[in-house]
């Protein structure tokens, strides 16, 4: 066909037309893609991020906002700005060092749920004709509140049972992620916070107040480490949990090697043992013979499922806990590893999770902090969901870990909550590390309540205490025992 | 009180756009008529508004007299281009004249809150670009079949692309443009029109698969010299438009296929060969994981984005210019940030609908040249908006290309001109209906034709007399027939006869037929013959 007559091809057309309409449809497709993203973009992901501190418009927004209320859980103000006559505005936190970390302060840039919060409260939501009457007034707007899971009783509660020991406590809600308290100590006051600045950060101070011990505090995990042990065992003998068998004479030596001993707490001996014995009696020679028993390599592939060696799930700044075992670690780490001494370190809020996951049948709810931003005039703009549910193990597996850990309570190290009058469970440590060349032990308990249907998960770590039963468990049930009270009105 | 005026205006402007981009598809769809008519005067009334708010903004926020004059000249520019093409070209399109308004005026209004003085630049260049783009649709129509000059296209392309090789200057890792007397010039925005217009006129020649094969080496030829300047962003256009034009050229979908294979061959290609592909995948996959280094820009992209939010903060309230090159490839975030994400989004939906449109100019035409033109420059012009867009967004990682119209700089507005003006001319000589003529008194017969965006009325002049019409009408009275009461215009009852009826009458084709050559085949074919007494329409009549 020549050229010049082409036009008169009427299949081509068509042909052409039909390919013209897919390209229009597939590009169409993609744009519609694209603006589904901006919009997502805009809806959801954007608030989580625009607090970052590298984010300079937020100074923006606090020329024309007043900062927003920060409120717990059970109504109380945690954080508000105060405008005195001449306009100078403070921030006031009327419980003071009690929610010093998990609230931060806002001064000296911004952290804990100040940061976290940040693009709520200086944004407002009030009806457009108030803020347009403030214009024009010439005042700033009120910025939204923000409700916050914690609970001021709690919080209190657990600041109270902590007292001046250096430690953190942490709970949440096991079915739904709400992260209930979370206490730190030493700590500061975060109304003079500012003042105080060159006190806080100088190289002579020590205590680290400004470090929130509960998620960027790392520790051995000591005996607590066991849960995992006892899950790694479980993994390696699918259908047969009970097999364990072993019989503790206060002590356990690696045949070959004689200097590879591990004993006991002040060398009790538990005598003829099954796992969850061992478990509830923390029995050290027991779990270090599992030690030499267990493969390093799935081993590490469960901590790593576990969160050890990565981020924490939570929104705010955690540190990485870290387990490093592999194929090459030898024999004598495997057991020190095995009752959680070893180069294993753990944060009190990622035992929490751990714990939080068994009591809620094997999935854990990823920790929030946030429970809704309403407007000034007290209209919810926003409710955040639960946190995302994750499995970390299989149900069965959990139920085990979770007799186990009732086993404890009811025989075992866990006994100061043996007279409770809710079933608790939980799990004790006592980690002994050098420090200056002394010996200190990390007094940790983890564990919740009731055994049922857990309503509260808590981690209690004191640092150079006694051991976890006699130094950590009476804490926890002191702020187990309120929260018990508290729902049972 | 001046931010009572920001948050007053912001709000009226992005009511204003979600009505410009409303009206926009809605006119897609009309496609003439009385509606169509006054939907274009309101989208014109609605840029001329928001003109005057974001510029009353501007002028009480910065109190600078000159940008008073500045508006003084964009309205009087405003006013002029649609009017001036519209007179010089009855049948432009109404709808792109108005969105090319749109997009200049709402990149101006941005570009003289980031920087004054750049924004008169740009506004010189418009000025200058503006005289081409108009006499453009004029020249197609003298040259003749261009598709004649393919070869002086491709090896124009070439030549140009390499001069930017050897000569170019290198910004952001790649070798873009060439300098004239302090004048940046960034050759492969021209070259993509020559290029489309090379391929146009090679691939409806290409009767064989080796054929097909020299097309490829030449499209080939243009894409390695962008390769080796690193100019990845246009080498991916120039590729995309390629296979688009290939596509509508064959109809064949193996050759998607293969392009897909190739695409993505070449994208792990080059992700291991140049770094600066790593750097922006890297700052694509997690920005902000190093917000101070390699994700900066993104980052500050997205501050922007997500802190204007969907109603954004108003003009001058925001902080776009701590984006680096916000004013070229990054405008699209200062616009959400400042008019809001709504804005942002209604911009990229009437950048959609120029690209259905100029689809569309590609569908109505009868020609193979300029059915692949169309498709080339409207490919190419979707995916600079996709890219630009999606890599402010984080959609893909961003490959500095600029937003056509919006955007900074002097080459990407006049070849966004050339381009536009190039469909324009289409819809000259291919007008979508003759709907718009209404005063035309005729007896006139529609022919329908199906089309992927709905039917296609075309006129069937010619072969009717008086008697034919009344025994149409008659008929369909008669037998409840509807088929034929859609092809007779309405206007049947005024009885009085035009012009080319009575041309009709005396015989007089050719001076009939003098504006409608594409017509003229139609008729030498079918002279002396009663349409429906072979091939009528489904057998109906007769």
Redesign the interface.
Known sequence: MP?GE???SED??K???????F??CF??F??F???A???W???F???G??G?P?????E??DS?YLRGKIISSDGEILAETEVDANGKETRVYPFGEAFAHVLGYSTRGKTGLESLANFYLMESSSNPFS??LD??R?RKSQGDNVTCTLDSGLQIAAKNALGERAGAVVCMEPSTGRVLAMVSFPGFDPNTVSREWEDLTSPDNHSGNLLNRATQGLYPPGSTFKTVMALEYFREHPGNPEAFHFVCDGEYREGSRQDYVVHCYSGESHGEEDLGKAYAYSCNAAFAYLGTKTDPEKLRELSDSLFFNEELPIALPSAKSSMPVSKDTGTWLMMQSAIGQGEILVSPMHNLLITSAIANDGVLREPVFLEKVSSPAGMTVKPFTAGRPRRLMRAEEAELLKNFMRRVVTDGTGSGFRNAEYSACGKTGSAEYMKRGEKKTDAWFTGFAPADEPTIAITVLVEDGDTGGRTAVPIAREVVDYWMSRKAQ | MVNLFITTGKYICILLVLLYTYSNFRCIRLRGGEEHEALLGWQYRIILLMQFLCHFIIFFRTENRASLVLYGLQVIFFSAYPFLMKKAYPKADGLLLNNICFFLSIGMIMLERLDYSKAVRQFAIILISMVPGMLLPFLMSRLGDLSRWRLFFCIVGILMLFSVFLLGAVSYGARMSLSFFGFSFHASEFVKISFVFCMAGMLPRARTFKDILLCSLAAAAHILILVMCRDLGSALIFFLSFVAMLYVATGQLFYLAAAGGMLFFAGILSYRLFSHVRTRVFAWIDPWADIDNKGYQITQSLFAIGTGGFLGLGLFRGLPNKIPIVEKDFIFSAISEEMGGITAICLCLVCLGCFMKMMQAASFSDKRFEKIVAVGLAVQYILQVFLTIGGAVKFIPSTGVTLPFVSYGGSSITASFLVFSIIQALFIKNPETGWAEDNEEDWEIWDEEEHPFGKRRRRMDGYWDEDDIDDLIENWEESGDVFWKNRVRKSYGKKSYGRNHFRRQRGEWDEYYEDRPDDRNDYNTRRGRVPWDDDGPRGRWR
């Open positions: 050229f082409e036009e008169k081509w057309r042909g052409a037309n039909r390919s013209i309409f390209i229009t590009f169409s993609l744009f893609g694209l603006i993203y901006i919009a973009f805009i809806y992901e954007a608030p991020r625009m970052n590298y984010n300079a418009r937020m923006v927004f024309r803020i347009f214009e024009l010439e």
